[in-house]
């Protein structure tokens, strides 16, 4: 359960009444009544109207407001409402407006205009926290608690004058002493070498390749400088009511937050996702984000805090959902893992940035929308799931992921900038080039579930680990996945990974030095592939092709599965298989083709003893949430057909009451909840 004071699943969305005359309340609550809203996030952009001068509050509004909410039944997702600071802070304290890298100052008007390392800001934000959590720490609406919003979507890193002071004083943690800073940074290079502390700067942008340990610990600690503000709320928050839930909210696969070090002092994740409706790949993406929220949060069911009806207004071209596919892809997180389903937001804006982004409650006559329709059918459906509650997935494969080794592998000055770890969401080409999508997509395809994990987690649970470019591995994380592997484990490593430690200097030793026994290979040098350009790869079936990156692999023992057909290395392999221990590594030397990666990993998953809760036709998504004796199993048609699904056994569909035995009839984008008996 997420929170107590709402036991069961939940339903509702941001709700930001300030944009309102107070008579519109009282139809927002009768409409929320009439979709079965059970709580809303409230206040996130309100600090303007709580505190319209340094020091002079106004609770008035929003004391009628939970009172109102309260009356009805609603309960309150209270926010700190710390995501906007007022215009007078920066006209008080302009030295706490964030600064890029360029140096160009981002001013109010907007949102997010503040410095991670402000003072002021957080001052000021403390300051109103306190207040928020001691005025409604006892109000019978409060239900949990949501700090800020989006932690670093505008604004994820500053190079101001207090941030560089800040960095510095992270990093005097961090190493202590300068020697060390100058060794771990490799300063020896480029006549790099710092004498004081105040030499040293966040990457600025400079005449070429910024230090690249020194970006990579400016990423670090500029997702820590935003976890402290995180940590800063938390604490006044957990002070005033030490048992209500507290959360903020996260963005998927955001590059610049070290989601597992936040999600570790979260009580619930929740999660923002705004899959693109005509990206033929959304499904794919959106239960890959599912799957890492519920893997943040250790298995724990997380919340899906913010979607949309119907359509966004921040793409170029805001493609609305079809009738059916926010109640497939809403069905989907609660698959994997969700326990709320939420929207950004209640009522569609009238004025301001997001007037053309659909709401829950649209424009002008409600109760006349498909989406309003949509949306009371899903408050139906979603009342009829409280017995998933408490329910968890299983499953036996984990794909690897660190933030640190994503920012590395990302820095500039490599072998081949083209090797991305996830793909923006307006990239289609990038997606199939992303090493993760790349690796996920064939899994999701054969339902095999899948949770992500550090490198460093306990890995015992897993048949198979996927570990796609683990560039930067640490001598924690080399020695877990050593130890996976010589146990019994089977483990499938793509190219460039094992190359550098954790200051990314490279591992002497051949490569990849710490797995080079596990693989049973030396990797001589890498061939970054040309733009378009392409090799065959020779083995298994069929003829196929590979892009992007080469290795040139020597077995030291290896069994090779396939090799590059042509070019000076025609003939070196390409794919290999070792035994290690009790256990087998595969490794994977260049980005093969979609169909042979498919193959190739649904083969490595047969042979793990991974499987499908169902067998299924294409296009079919199946996933299992099980506690105890109870067996939900949900079944999902992303597709333009109807389709039939031979069930196992008899089961009990939630959303319809019907008792299933044999074949089921999924209509398309059909969905059906089964209990199963
Ligand atoms: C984010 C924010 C919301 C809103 C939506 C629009 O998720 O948290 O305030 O801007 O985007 O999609």
């Known amino acids: 359960m997420i929170t107590p004071k709402v036991p069961h699943v939940i339903?509702?969305?941001?709700?930001?009444?300030?944009?309102?005359?107070?008579?519109?309340?009282?139809?927002?609550?009768?409409?929320?009544?009439?979709?079965?809203?059970?709580?809303?996030?409230?206040?996130?952009?309100s600090w303007a109207k709580l505190e319209p001068q340094p020091d002079e509050y106004d609770f008035g509004w929003l004391d009628r407001l939970l009172d109102l909410l309260h009356e009805n039944g609603v309960m309150a997702n209270l926010a700190t409402a710390t995501a906007s600071p007022p215009p007078w802070l920066a006209r008080l304290h302009p030295e706490s407006l964030p600064v890029t890298k360029d140096g160009v100052v981002l001013h109010p008007g907007a949102r997010q205009h503040y410095c991670p390392s402000s003072a002021a800001y957080r001052?000021?934000?403390?300051?109103?926290?306190?207040?928020?959590?001691?005025?409604?720490?006892?109000?019978?609406?409060?239900?949990?608690?949501?700090?800020?919003?989006?932690?670093?979507?505008?604004?994820?890193?500053?190079?101001?004058?207090?941030?560089?002071?800040?960095?510095?004083?992270?990093?005097?943690?961090?190493?202590?002493?300068?020697?060390?800073?100058?060794?771990?940074?490799?300063?020896?290079?480029?006549?790099?070498?710092?004498?004081?502390?105040?030499?040293?700067?966040?990457?600025?942008?400079?005449?070429?390749?910024?230090?690249?340990?020194?970006q990579l610990d400016f990423r670090r600690f500029s997702s820590d400088a935003l976890l402290e503000l995180y940590e800063t709320e938390k604490g006044i928050l957990r002070g005033a009511t030490p048992e209500m839930p507290i959360t903020t909210n996260?963005?998927?696969?955001?590059?610049?937050?070290?989601?597992?070090?936040?999600?570790?002092?979260?009580?619930?994740?929740?999660?923002?996702?705004?899959?693109?409706?005509?990206?033929?790949?959304?499904?794919?993406?959106?239960?890959?984000?599912?799957?890492?929220m519920r893997s943040l949060g250790g298995g724990d069911p997380w919340v899906l805090m913010e979607q949309t009806t119907v359509r966004v207004n921040w793409r170029q071209r805001n493609a609305p959902k079809r009738p059916g596919m926010m109640r497939l892809w809403s069905l989907q997180a609660v698959a994997r893992g969700a326990e709320g389903v939420m929207f950004f937001q209640w009522r569609q804006s009238k004025a301001g940035a997001e007037k053309f982004h659909s709401a829950m409650v649209p424009h002008s006559e409600p109760e006349e929308s498909r989406s309003w329709q949509e949306v009371k059918r899903l408050g139906e459906d979603l009342r009829k799931l409280d017995g998933l509650l408490g329910a968890r997935g299983e499953a036996e494969v984990a794909i690897l992921l660190d933030w640190n080794n994503w920012w590395a592998l990302e820095l500039d000055a490599k072998p081949s900038t083209a090797v991305r770890m996830v793909a923006p969401s307006h990239s289609r080409a990038g997606f199939a080039r992303s090493v993760l999508?790349?690796?996920?997509?064939?899994?999701?395809?054969?339902?095999?579930?899948?949770?992500?994990?550090?490198?460093?987690?306990?890995?015992?649970?897993?048949?198979?680990?996927?570990?796609?470019?683990?560039?930067?591995?640490?001598?924690?994380?080399?020695?877990?996945?050593?130890?996976f592997v010589r146990d019994g484990g089977s483990l499938l490593m793509s190219f460039f990974s094992g190359v550098v430690d954790e200051n990314d200097h490279v591992r002497l030793g051949g490569y990849p030095a710490p797995f080079r026994e596990m693989l049973g290979l030396r990797i001589e040098d890498f061939v970054p592939m040309a733009e378009g350009e392409e090799n065959g790869?020779?083995?298994?079936?069929?003829?196929?092709?590979?892009?992007?990156?080469?290795?040139?692999?020597?077995?030291?023992?290896?069994?090779?599965?396939?090799?590059?057909?042509?070019?000076?290395?025609?003939?070196?392999?390409?794919?290999?298989?070792?035994?290690?221990?009790?256990?087998?590594?595969?490794?994977?030397?260049?980005?093969?083709?979609?169909?042979?990666?498919?193959?190739?990993?649904?083969?490595?998953?047969?042979?793990?003893g991974a499987q499908a809760p169902l067998r299924v036709s294409s296009g079919v998504e199946v996933v299992r949430r099980r506690a105890g004796d109870v067996s939900i199993l949900f079944v999902l048609n992303h597709g333009e057909e109807a389709v039939d699904v031979e069930l196992e056994g008899p089961a009990l569909d939630l959303l319809t009451g019907a008792e299933r035995v044999g074949t089921l009839r999924l209509e398309p984008l059909g969905a059906a909840v089964l209990r199963e008996q």
Not at 38 to 44: A, D, E, M, R
Not at 128 to 140: K, Q, T, W
Not at 261 to 267: G, L, N, Q, S, Y
């Open 11 to 45: 339903y509702g969305g941001d709700y930001n009444p300030e944009q309102w005359p107070e008579p519109v309340w009282a139809e927002d609550v009768r409409l929320m009544r009439e979709a079965n809203v059970n709580l809303v996030s409230v206040g996130i952009f």
């Open 123 to 214: 001052e000021r934000a403390a300051g109103l926290v306190g207040r928020i959590a001691d005025r409604y720490r006892g109000h019978p609406a409060l239900a949990m608690w949501h700090v800020n919003n989006e932690y670093g979507c505008h604004v994820s890193e500053c190079y101001c004058d207090a941030s560089a002071a800040h960095f510095r004083r992270w990093l005097e943690d961090r190493y202590g002493d300068l020697e060390r800073l100058n060794e771990a940074w490799g300063t020896a290079f480029w006549s790099q070498r710092y004498g004081r502390w105040d030499e040293i700067l966040p990457p600025r942008s400079a005449p070429t390749f910024a230090n690249p340990t020194q």
């Open 250 to 292: 996260f963005m998927g696969f955001f590059k610049p937050l070290d989601y597992w070090k936040w999600a570790a002092r979260e009580d619930v994740v929740s999660d923002d996702s705004y899959p693109d409706p005509s990206d033929p790949d959304a499904p794919v993406r959106a239960a890959m984000q599912r799957d890492l």
């Open 437 to 483: 999508h790349s690796c996920y997509k064939p899994l999701f395809e054969a339902n095999v579930p899948v949770d992500f994990a550090h490198p460093e987690a306990d890995l015992s649970p897993y048949k198979l680990v996927v570990v796609p470019n683990l560039y930067l591995v640490t001598d924690g994380a080399a020695d877990n996945l050593n130890r």
């Open 537 to 608: 790869i020779v083995g298994g079936e069929g003829s196929h092709t590979c892009d992007l990156w080469a290795d040139l692999i020597h077995p030291e023992g290896a069994e090779t599965l396939a090799s590059f057909a042509e070019g000076f290395y025609a003939g070196m392999p390409a794919v290999t298989r070792n035994t290690f221990g009790n256990g087998v590594a595969y490794y994977l030397g260049t980005h093969p083709d979609a169909r042979y990666t498919k193959a190739f990993l649904q083969g490595v998953c047969a042979e793990a």
